[in-house]
Structure formats: structure tokens, C-alpha cells
């Protein structure tokens, strides 16, 4: 048994006054990894969705498909927040690991930090571009 729905349910509501129940969807042990962060416990989960919060406008998760088998989970998503009243979109997915009690104990995203990211900021996302363009294959038409 998981928790998958009332997790996803958090997550797509996520506040910073609802931070503290990720205890109730995680393992005191539970480990997060994105291309940004890899770590483990609670406190420190909490600590990225709070730095979330700090340094984002208005984000949100828009939750879309959801494969559940056995104890394992993979849900896309899409992250929704703006930076100086500019909106942006990441597109990811996660893998979720839930124990017996139906905790996580493995989260970790997927997502092209380049492409979703890096690429549409002003100043680093010119040489990102340039570079993606030059390592791209060039189809013949």
C-alpha cells in the first residue's frame, strides 16, 4: 500500500504553512535527489521546499500521469512559478520508493536542468542555447 494519492494531493496544494506534514508522506531516512539537491531526512527535504518558496513566485505542482507498481511510483509534473513577475515552466518527473507503512524512501526527480531551466534565464541561457545548437544533429531535409 502506498500513499501515492494523498501525497500527490500535498504536493499540488503545497503551501509554506503545510511544509511540516512531510512527515506524514516520508521515512525519517527518506532520501530527495534532484539535479540540485541529494539529501536525506525530513528536516532537510522541508528545507528545499522552503527554499522554494523564498526564492520562487507563486509556485505550483501540476500533477499528470501516475504509474504505481508494487511499492514504487513514477508521476510527471509540471512545475509552475515566476522569477521578477516572469513566468516559467519546468516539466519533470519523479520516481518514488514507499516503504511497508507506505512512507517514501527514495524520491528522486527527473528533469533537464539545461533545457527547463538554465536555457530561458537571461544571461546563462545564451551560451546554453549556443551550445545546445552545436552539439544538436543536423537532419538533412
Same mark, same amino acid.
Given at each position: 500500500m502506498t500513499?501515492?494519492?494523498p501525497l500527490?494531493?500535498?504536493y499540488s496544494t503545497l503551501t509554506p504553512h503545510t511544509i511540516q506534514y512531510a512527515k506524514?508522506?516520508?521515512?525519517? /531516512?527518506a532520501r &530527495?535527489?534532484?539535479?540540485? %539537491?541529494?539529501?536525506?531526512?525530513?528536516p532537510a527535504i522541508e528545507s528545499i521546499f522552503k527554499h522554494m518558496f523564498a526564492t520562487t513566485e507563486n509556485p505550483r505542482f501540476v500533477i499528470g500521469e501516475q504509474i504505481v507498481q508494487h511499492q514504487q511510483a513514477?508521476? /510527471?509534473?509540471? &512545475?509552475?512559478?515566476?522569477? %521578477?513577475g516572469k513566468p516559467y515552466q519546468i516539466v519533470g518527473g519523479s520516481h518514488l520508493v514507499f516503504n511497508e507503512a507506505g512512507l517514501v524512501t527514495?524520491?528522486?526527480?527527473?528533469?533537464?536542468?539545461?533545457?527547463?531551466?538554465?536555457?530561458?534565464?537571461?544571461i546563462v541561457g545564451a551560451p546554453i542555447r549556443w551550445l545546445r545548437g552545436k552539439?544538436?544533429?543536423?537532419?538533412?531535409?
Open positions: 500513499t501515492l494519492l500527490l494531493n500535498w506524514q508522506f516520508y521515512t525519517p /531516512t &530527495f535527489k534532484d539535479p540540485f %539537491n541529494d539529501v536525506t531526512g525530513i513514477f508521476v /510527471t509534473w509540471t &512545475f509552475e512559478f515566476s522569477l %521578477n527514495l524520491h528522486r526527480d527527473y528533469w533537464d536542468a539545461a533545457e527547463e531551466l538554465l536555457q530561458k534565464l537571461p552539439f544538436a544533429v543536423k537532419h538533412d531535409s
